[in-house]
């Protein structure tokens, strides 16, 4: 690594962490007669989640088609041997040797390829695949047809179990994007008045977390008017202009060194809300009121988002709520556990959830609010500054 | 579609022009044998190629682990019988019933149980598969197990082939998405001064281009001093203050209504370029203007690299110069063909091209510039209103 460039640390995750992560990943592989894992990981504004946790690698190029020789641009693969140390294969001219938690790294432009000269190279026979939901079938073909002896098994439980709980540096970075996320989202505010398009407003929030350390923005959310009732829509931001009296959703996602960010709030233009639109609006308040009542370790999800599910019903939107009511986050945006009315999951100290109740009532408007919270033994860390009202 | 909305037309691709692509696309595959094709397409910012083409539909979502019985969020599927219509499937709540080209349209957030459904009804017996390099292997699995008779053969070709070639029409969309690059490089440039941060250059670039009607900037590489050597790093901008004197690399993608952009400039801080800057930034130029001077229609990709090798390789820059020499561009960042030496892909009228010459000189500094260009059967179109050389 070139001296100019070493002084930038980015993640505050140390050494001693990712070993800690690997040697537990190791046993656990061991455990189950796995000679190795194969661990799959994506570009850095999508899938890196499994690869990024044990080996502090995003991959920085976007994912292509295979092109001329190339394949599986865009992803990185970790052999993990139950035994051994780990290597990562990476595609690109470079990698940042100074951030990297692996000493063996290989670079190589066709990624079947190498992994399937790695995986021979340490004779691994059956091998624990993590990463089934974003290996690409054809990557998957190329490494069956160059690894014919090797077994393979399912075991992206191994690492997402140790994902979905929260270590205190893990906390630490969460707290800090969430930050990033609130002056995005206080920046995009600020721009919103009638006769201003979505996208100029998108524009104002996302500059404003880039310029405050995000490594991306992912989409910052505008909806405009009846356009508030959706939740999701391509684009992100449209050439709208706002009106007086529009209901306004703002979602922000991204990450910062590497954690998540998702953060949504519902504002108005101008101040004359209508009683419909407080009332809807009022209805979502209390539903997150009700939802972190209950985000205690110990709860199910269940009982959880059920709590939250009542307050909208017994307001009379029992139509037009979302069952759906967030998410974990870390280093993908969505993780588990999936905040659904019918989760067993059980709440556990070190879940950072996104917690997303809404109202959505087609051709008119909606209203959503979302916080992230820490969950521990007494009520919830609550790690999102930002006023949940944001209408007169 | 609510009326209020539906004046919101985002793309110059006419109805006809994407019954032309499906009946193509419907003939080839009958061609072939096959009963129908299932076509693969991912989130909006990274993979939706082959799906948009035929469909206009951008899944909007994020794609994410399969939780909950969710499975294959951020993903679509066309299910396109040879003799019959099309079926899209896709998940969330809604989606751009204005846009979509599609007729026939299922929401799911459980997408393969949707897709088997669509094939079962439809009694596809072999069905060409569109994507295979996208499709998880998760999602096969899930869908060989519900469809036990159904025959699968590769099939991407037959989309890949198509979308190689840009109808006037998609000329006209690609130009307009050049237009959005310049308008956010220019932003990034004029905040270009020693002591800023290479992420306040990204919020300044990436703000103005949303402003400018861009659907996301993926990326907006911002990489000073030592860095400039690099190509691709994550993240995409750091905190590094810029110093005077150094290079600055600047490359920004991202897409404007479905069509992508991918621009790169260098340019150094304040006005006292070294003469070894200089001569490494002038062989760049002058490589880039050897390439098109190749690019037109019955060479060869791989005569028309080699033409820009040639001019860095003589001025000594053999050791350090970059192999890859850019790709097509269209509805993904990177499509065929890759410009790559060893190419005997013969170029074509209607194709669309991103060249990016570079010299990457590690711990010291690199010089690259990409223009984009339309290639006929004269000299090619650069598509980029933007100078090449922005040294003193």
Known sequence: MDEAISELELSRISRAEFEERLARTRAAAADRGLAGLLVVGRSFYDRPGNLAYLTNHFPPFPTMADLGGWQGMGHGFLVLPAAGDPILVVDG???REDLVAVQDVRLDNNLPRAVASVVSEKELGTIGLVGDDILPLSMYRSLMDRLPDVEWALASDIVEEQRAIKSPAEQHMLRRAADVAAVGLRAALDTISYGVRENEVNAAGTAAAMAAGA???RYLRVHSGPWSA???RWPQASER???KGDLVALDIIGAVKGYGFDVLRTTIVG???LPEQREMCEAVVRALSAVLGHARAGVTVGDMVRAGLGVMEQAGYGEHMARFMGHGIGLETVEAPL????SDVELQPGMVLCV????FIRGWAGCSIEEEVIITDGDPEVIVGL???LWA
């Open 93 to 95: 001219r470079a990698y």
């Open 215 to 217: 490594d991306f923005v």
């Open 230 to 232: 959706w939740g999701s």
């Open 241 to 243: 202009e706002m009106a």
């Open 271 to 273: 101040s004359d809300t």
């Open 339 to 342: 905040l659904v009315p019918d």
């Open 356 to 359: 997303e109740p809404g109202i």
């Open 387 to 389: 006023s949940r009202r």
